[in-house]
């Protein structure tokens, strides 16, 4: 359809014997459009009357221009195979724009709504405005001039109009009505006087400045929210003070059983090293009994050894001295109680930030009483003024009939009351807060003496344990346990190669000057002169040591 006439021409009119397609060219249009025709609402995979007889597919495509551009919707459906036997597949139907081919959208639902929002028109719609009804455009033209009005109105869809005109008349007549009764309600309403207008603009005055104080009142309100919020700050501080105070008893519960194990040690050291003593005594005797005569025929080496293990003592007391100082810089010890003391500082500063608190809570009590002295007086001067008007209204009975005519007043005389309830009501709240005022300040003295307690049990388990430490250090004298150990037994294998060389008496009484040893073959001995080492200091050091 590129022909001008149909650009130009906002209607026209497909023409034709029966038979010749002018309804399937309609139809094809709705297929491509909507995916329905007027004669067929749903085309399914399960039935297709569209379809012509012996074909394996049909297709609908109809191009369109609205506003927002050129668009192209394509309808299809074909058989299995596309063989005229098949079973029918599922319908197919997609949008696309017409000048890029980019698809819009593919699905049944989809291409549906997305034309209605592009043309503005759903099926019904287009079906109604754009397509005349068959059969209905005949009863028109042949029915009574009376019958043609709802009969076009249900082939256009137009009947929403006829509603709408009656609803326009009802509404019209409806607003006249109220119009009147409101004029009519204007008539009778009287004037006021020029001192009632003073009277009443000076009342007005008076309430503008009740609600500047009301609005004070309620700032002073606000600062007692703003007040009990911080209150509630402080309670959930305390709450985690003393989650950190038991967590404190529990690290120091959990100590007691290393220090426990500690004690142990302690006591189990004095006798191991007792018992290390004796097995290595047994032991090297048994040894010395089995190796006499070899260690008679090394004794040069033996001495040569006994060089070694000299220096090799001095290297050991220096390594025990630079044990002894990583000991004094990386003591876990030191540190946990350092730690301890840390926290317990940390303890004392939150404890005094409570006290703070509670005392600039005090002075916020202070503050809100004189608020409240300040609203009773208010509230005295407003009961007054209504018993004023109260005993005026009672004096001038006579006078009821004003009433009617001074709405205002009443309205007033409502806020009054109104103001009286709020201030009621305040109060009553302000007696709340101050009773959780008093039980967060009990509450606050409770977790003071609660953590005034911990921090007594902190201080004396610091003090066990600094007590436990001093103890270790006193035993150990400034030096590791397993430094005495290593110690003891250099000793104790010093003392055996003296006990050998002691043992050896029958030996050395045979030893002459300037002749050889029978042992080792030397011609110079340094035992030939009865140059013999004592073995007792040696043996009172490993005694001490065992000790």
Not at 137 to 152: K, N
Not at 160 to 179: A, N
Request: proline share 3%; net charge negative; aromatic share 4%.
């Amino acid at each position: 359809m590129t022909h001008p006439a149909y650009t130009s021409d906002g209607i026209f009119a497909i023409t034709g014997p029966t038979g010749a397609g002018k309804t399937t060219i309609l139809d094809a249009v709705c297929l491509a459009l909507y995916g329905r025709t007027p004669r067929l609402n749903k085309v399914t995979q399960s039935g297709n009357e569209i379809m012509s007889r012996q074909t394996g597919e049909c297709c609908a495509e109809v191009t369109f221009a609205t506003n927002t551009g050129q668009f192209r919707c394509t309808w299809s459906q074909r058989r299995a195979r596309k063989h005229p036997g098949g079973e029918l597949q599922a319908p197919k139907h997609e949008m696309a724009n017409a000048e890029s081919d980019a698809i819009l959208d593919s699905t049944i639902r989809g291409v549906a709504s997305r034309v209605e929002s592009t043309t503005g028109m759903d099926f019904d719609r287009f079906t109604r405005s754009m397509l005349l009804a068959q059969g209905g455009f005949a009863a028109f033209l042949q029915a009574a001039a009376d019958e043609r009005a709802p009969i076009l109105e249900q082939i256009t869809g137009t009947e929403i109009y006829s509603r709408i005109s009656m609803r326009v008349h009802e509404r019209q007549r409806s607003e006249r009505d109220k119009l009147a009764l409101l004029q009519a309600e204007t008539a009778g309403i009287a004037l006021l006087e020029p001192e009632e207008e003073t009277a009443l603009i000076q009342t007005l005055k008076e309430q503008q400045q009740q609600e500047t104080n009301r609005f004070a009142s309620c700032a002073a309100t606000t600062r007692a929210i703003a007040w009990r919020t911080t209150i509630d700050g402080l309670n959930r501080e305390l709450v985690a003070l003393a989650a950190e105070a038991h967590t404190l008893h529990r690290e120091v519960e959990a100590f007691q059983p290393d220090r426990d194990r500690l004690d142990r040690a302690l006591r189990a050291a004095s006798l191991d090293g007792v018992f290390a003593t004796l097995a290595a005594l047994r032991k090297q005797q048994a040894e010395d009994r089995d190796a006499l005569q070899a260690g008679e025929i090394a004794l040069p080496a033996l001495e040569e050894g006994t060089r070694q293990l000299a220096e090799s003592l001095q290297a050991a007391e220096q390594h025990t001295a630079r044990a002894r100082e990583a000991l004094q810089n990386a003591a876990p010890v030191l540190q946990a109680v350092r730690a301890l003391d840390q926290h317990h500082v940390e303890q004392e500063k939150v404890v005094r930030a409570g006290e703070a608190g509670v005392r600039s809570q005090a002075a916020a009590i202070g503050t809100e009483q004189q608020a409240r002295r300040k609203k009773s007086e208010e509230r005295f001067d407003a009961e007054k003024t209504l018993h004023s008007i109260d005993e005026y209204l009672n004096e001038h009975s006579r006078d009821a009939w004003l009433i009617g005519g001074l709405t205002g007043i009443e309205e007033q005389l409502a806020g009054l009351l109104a103001t009286q309830r709020d201030i009621t009501r305040k109060e009553a709240e302000h007696n709340q807060r101050q009773t959780a005022l008093a039980q967060a300040t009990r509450t606050l003295d409770t977790c003071r003496k609660q953590g005034t307690v911990r921090a007594q049990a902190l201080a004396d388990a610091a003090a066990r344990l600094q007590h436990g430490r001093e103890e270790l250090g006193r035993v150990l004298a400034g030096r590791l346990l397993r430094e005495y150990r290593t110690e003891q037994e250099t000793l104790l294998r010093e003392m055996a190669f003296l006990a050998r060389i002691a043992e050896l008496t029958e030996q050395r009484a045979k030893l002459a000057a300037g002749g050889p040893c029978p042992l080792c073959g030397a011609p110079a001995h340094p035992f030939a002169a009865g140059n013999v080492p004592v073995p007792d200091a040696i043996e009172q050091k490993i005694t001490a040591l065992g000790e």
